[in-house]
Nanobody, 126 residues
Framework: QVQLVESGGGLVQAGGSLRLSCAASGRTFSRSTMGWFRQAPGKEREFVAAHIYSGGNPYYADSVKGRFTISRDDAKNTMYLQMDSLIPEDTAVYYC???????????????????WGQGTQVTVSS
């Protein structure tokens, strides 16, 4: 059974940093597209970042570009999201997701992803 488990969320002041982790089990995702999404209260889930396959290029939403960094550790089957210069608008539940696809150009479409974590809350205070 495939499981994705996020951790690392919390409360941080504006300008601070957090590092989210997504530990995968039940399947190796080194040759799969993986991504991060977030959902703020009253809003739809939105794309944050994606890594097309291990060693491939990362992609970011414009709202987080230059502040967030997505990465992977294949030995640990874990994906990370380093979030710096956080702003209150980053407050949301953050979800990691994994696709069975090795490569896709529609990495920002949540429908591409087959597996989802339970989410971790990130709250940025002003």
């Amino acid at each position: 059974q495939v499981q994705l488990v996020e951790s690392g969320g919390g409360l941080v002041q504006a300008g601070g940093s957090l590092r989210l982790s997504c530990a995968a089990s039940g399947r190796t995702f080194s040759r799969s597209t993986m991504g991060w999404f977030r959902q703020a209260p009253g809003k739809e889930r939105e794309f944050v970042a994606a890594h097309i396959y291990s060693g491939g290029n990362p992609y970011y939403a414009d709202s987080v570009k230059g502040r967030f960094t997505i990465s992977r550790d294949d030995a640990k089957n874990t994906m990370y999201l380093q979030m710096d210069s956080l702003i209150p608008e980053d407050t949301a539940v953050y979800y990691c997701a994994a696709s069975k696809l090795y490569y896709t150009t529609t990495y920002s479409d949540s429908g591409v992803y087959d597996y989802w974590g339970q989410g971790t809350q990130v709250t940025v205070s002003s």
